[in-house]
């Protein structure tokens, strides 16, 4: 009966495991396709306005599509251990996986934390290349300001290129345009680096019980005559 039990859990951790890794497959590439895209608006911005260059975008992007590149391997080494039933290589997988997830989540994380008040000692940097940078940033952000759409054009002496018309509306702050950037291009890549690696941690625990099973088959099978 023990012997039984022991190969229907194998049997069933075995399609769970499966099934999880033609989910974990396409969350890899969803992996690459986030870090990629917020890699690429990321140096797009650096390269036009390099006051982001306290985040250190460009870089933890690359590392989460780095991620998703190495979810695809790892992939094909979960699919081989739970098919052939290999436990070394569902153990590498186990490993790797491991490894995979605790990067994920930092970098996530990392990505979560980040404030845009942290720029602001950049913004307000007073030399000649600071006034460049702030220049730039308000073409690129098409925004005036830090704080208030004014309060660089005094003591910073850098002139607001959207100053409104009689009776317009005023321009957003360099604030106000430097949070939507944050929240439309970086939130979405730290929220699918940290939704992926909660799917990882399912993939982990059923491996984990695929290699227990696996383990409980072979001693049954050394005692069997």
């Known amino acids: 009966m023990c012997k039984g039990l ?20 396409i969350l890899g590439i969803g992996a690459i396709g ?15 306005a390099d006051i982001l260059k306290v985040w250190d975008v460009p870089m933890v992007t690359l590392i989460i599509c780095m991620c998703g590149i190495a979810t695809l391997v790892v992939v094909i080494l979960g699919f081989i251990g739970a098919w052939k039933r290999i436990n070394f290589l569902l153990k590498i997988y186990l490993l790797l996986l491991l490894i995979l997830v605790g990067i994920q989540i ?16 950049t913004w307000e ?20 300001g830090w704080e208030i759409w004014t309060d660089s054009m005094g ?5 607001c290129p959207y100053k ?8 957003d702050t360099c604030t106000t345009s430097t949070e939507d950037f944050k929240n439309s291009i970086l939130l979405p890549v730290a929220i699918a680096a940290i939704c992926i690696s909660c799917v990882e941690f399912f993939a982990i625990a059923f491996t984990s019980a695929a290699i227990y099973a696996g383990k409980g088959r072979l001693d049954f099978d050394a005692f069997h005559y």
């Open 164 to 171: 409104p018309l009689f009776g317009g509306s005023v321009p």
């Open 155 to 159: 003591t910073l002496g850098t002139e």
């Open 106 to 121: 930092g970098m996530g994380a990392y990505l979560l934390s980040v404030k845009v008040s942290d720029l602001k000692e």
């Open 34 to 48: 986030f870090g990629a895209y917020g890699w690429n608006k990321a140096v797009e911005i650096q390269d036009s």
């Open 125 to 144: 940097e007073d030399t000649l290349a600071g006034l460049q940078r702030r220049g730039d940033y308000q073409n690129y952000m098409r925004c005036c």
């Open 6 to 25: 022991a190969k229907y859990f194998d049997r069933v951790a075995r399609v769970v495991v499966l099934g999880i890794n033609v989910f974990f497959l």
